[in-house]
């Protein structure tokens, strides 16, 4: 097995560009070995650039990698590059299922086979009223929707994530109930935006980050971008999710960024790019407008928050 | 043990010991969101300087030791202290004074009100801490304006509790403290009524 714990360990404390070239030359070394698998911290292969990536100066992997919102691993963003540390993210399956023609069961090294990977670098807005910029490395959901076929009584793609009480003994405390759950509508589970990422800065997902796999919806504020994915399941009726179960009168289905509806407890009107000091005003859709308004053309998006 | 309370030695030492959490953060890297750290850190302060000065009373007595009031005034002005530094960080560092959006703020989000109403109790009473104030409310009306603290330290809680997304653990522990802390004092005052 190359590329184990160590390596990622250093990517902490040595200044990114060091450990960049120390790790292109053992990513040279083991490329044969290592390549597709996913490791965290282990190299990947990215074959393509995307249009959709903004040119945004990128937030820090020091910051992307230890301020997280992960309850399963403890409520404070510090804790979970600690407490996910040792999270078991293979063997990994995901089970695709539901109202499809051919539902099926990927290992991490068929949903590597999906699609040629991409990095793709998107604003990233968290209902907090904080926001990020992230290199994630992925390939399009709609890749894997491709395979499994789903019938025409698809209407909505529910997803799981993993949850295994004695590696995440913080859960009980998180007041939300696991396994954690989203959703998504299938035209916006099949947009071109949306990402299966399993890397972010060239590498595998770190755990604190959602490894092995997990969705990026980059319109929608961050929780709607579920984490460590073990199931995914087409469905007729909207399915619930994990903070509009908690909380519906604060968290909607939906959750498209939008600067004019406001969260009951704060406003959204801005936002504070970590790293920054002055607050910028937000964008609608998070500034995916082009792309994803006509999704939701006709809609009242104030009572569909 | 009374000598060492009463020490002047003693008090300039709680003094400092009560500067240490600015001191730590001040001295610490504050993280990818230091707006945030602030604004917690010195919540989290204000609530446990009112909660300390909620419990000198009790502790006097239960524990026999009257000149601990030494100590009441000082930390009382402490969370003061620590709340202004938290009202000053949300008004600059999240507002940047906007003064449109902070009273759309105060009146439309309830865990704002809460906080707000905590910490605008604070200012009279941070006003009248000195002896000149005593003497010139008279102890009865002194005592009887000090009483806001309780409601202070009530609306903190509530600010705290409302503020949270989902971890309830933190705004229920001070709770606990400040309901216990209340309930002592209320068992206290219908004890003396009735033995009088
Ligand atoms: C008695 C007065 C107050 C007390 C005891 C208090 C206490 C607290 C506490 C304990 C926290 C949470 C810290 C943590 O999560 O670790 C907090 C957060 C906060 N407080 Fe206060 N506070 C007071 C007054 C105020 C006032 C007057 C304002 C503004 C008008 C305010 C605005 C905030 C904000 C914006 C947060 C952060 C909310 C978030 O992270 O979502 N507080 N406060």
């Known amino acids: 097995m190359p590329l184990k714990r160590p390596i990622s360990v250093w990517s902490e404390v040595t200044p990114k560009r060091v450990y960049l070239n120390r790790r292109r030359f053992m990513a040279g070394a083991m490329l044969a070995a290592a390549a597709h698998r996913l490791i965290a911290g282990a190299r990947l292969n990215v074959a393509l650039k995307s249009p959709f990536s903004t040119s945004e100066p990128q937030t820090s992997l020091d910051v992307i990698t230890h301020y997280n919102n992960f309850y399963e691993f403890g409520t404070d963003k510090a804790q979970p590059a600690n407490l996910a540390r040792d999270f078991k993210t293979s063997p990994w399956t995901v089970s695709v299922e539901g109202a499809v023609s051919k539902p099926r069961t990927f290992d991490l090294d068929m949903l590597m086979k999906l699609a040629p990977l991409e990095e793709r670098i998107y604003r990233h807005r968290c209902v907090e009223g904080w926001s990020i910029v992230v290199p994630w490395i992925g390939f399009p959901l709609n890749a894997l929707i491709k395979q499994v076929e789903p019938l025409s009584s698809a209407k909505f793609v529910a997803f799981q994530s993993s949850f295994d009480h004695r590696q995440m003994p913080q859960a009980q405390w998180a007041g939300i109930a696991f396994p954690y759950v989203e959703g998504l509508r299938i035209d916006e589970a099949v947009h071109p935006l949306t990402l299966l990422a399993v890397g972010l800065y060239g590498e595998a997902l770190p755990n604190q980050d959602g490894a092995p796999i997990r969705l990026v919806v980059p319109w929608k504020y961050g929780f709607k971008s579920i984490k460590s994915i073990v199931k995914i399941r087409f469905v007729e009726q909207q399915p619930p999710t994990t903070w509009n179960l908690a909380t519906p009168r604060e968290y909607g289905f939906y959750s498209n960024v939008n600067p004019t509806v406001d969260h009951p407890r704060w406003s959204q009107a801005k936002e504070r790019r970590l790293g920054e000091f002055f607050k910028r005003p937000t964008l609608m859709f998070n500034g995916y407008g082009d792309q994803v308004a006509s999704l939701y053309a006709g809609m009242d998006l104030r009572k569909n928050y | ?196």
């Not at chain 2, 300039?12 to 750290?37: M, Q, R, S």
């Not at chain 2, 989290?44 to 007595?61: E, H, I, Q, S």
């Not at chain 2, 030494?70 to 560092?93: D, E, K, P, Q, V």
């Open chain 2, 1 to 196: 043990m009374r000598e060492w309370i009463s020490a002047k030695t003693t008090k300039v030492a709680v003094f400092l010991l009560a500067l240490a959490p600015l001191a730590w953060l001040a001295a610490h890297p504050l993280g990818p969101n230091p707006v945030e750290t602030i604004t917690h850190a010195t919540g989290d302060w204000t609530l446990r300087f009112l909660v300390l000065t909620l419990a000198v009373t009790p502790l006097r007595k239960l524990l026999g030791l009257p000149e601990l009031i030494r100590y009441r005034r000082m930390l009382g002005l402490f969370a003061f202290f620590y709340g202004s530094l938290h009202f000053l960080t949300y008004l600059w560092l999240d507002k940047f004074f906007d003064t449109a959006d902070i009273l759309k703020d105060v009146y439309k989000r309830p865990f704002i009100t809460a906080g707000f109403t905590g910490f605008v109790l604070l200012i009279p009473l941070a006003v009248t801490s000195t002896a000149g104030w005593i003497l010139r409310l008279g102890g009865k009306r002194w005592r009887m304006l000090h009483r806001l603290v309780y409601v202070s330290a009530l609306a903190g809680v509530v600010h705290y509790y409302w503020l949270v997304k989902s971890d309830v653990r933190g705004p229920l522990l001070y709770c606990a403290l400040v309901v216990v802390l209340l309930l002592w004092r209320a068992n206290s005052s219908l004890r003396s009524r009735t033995s009088r």
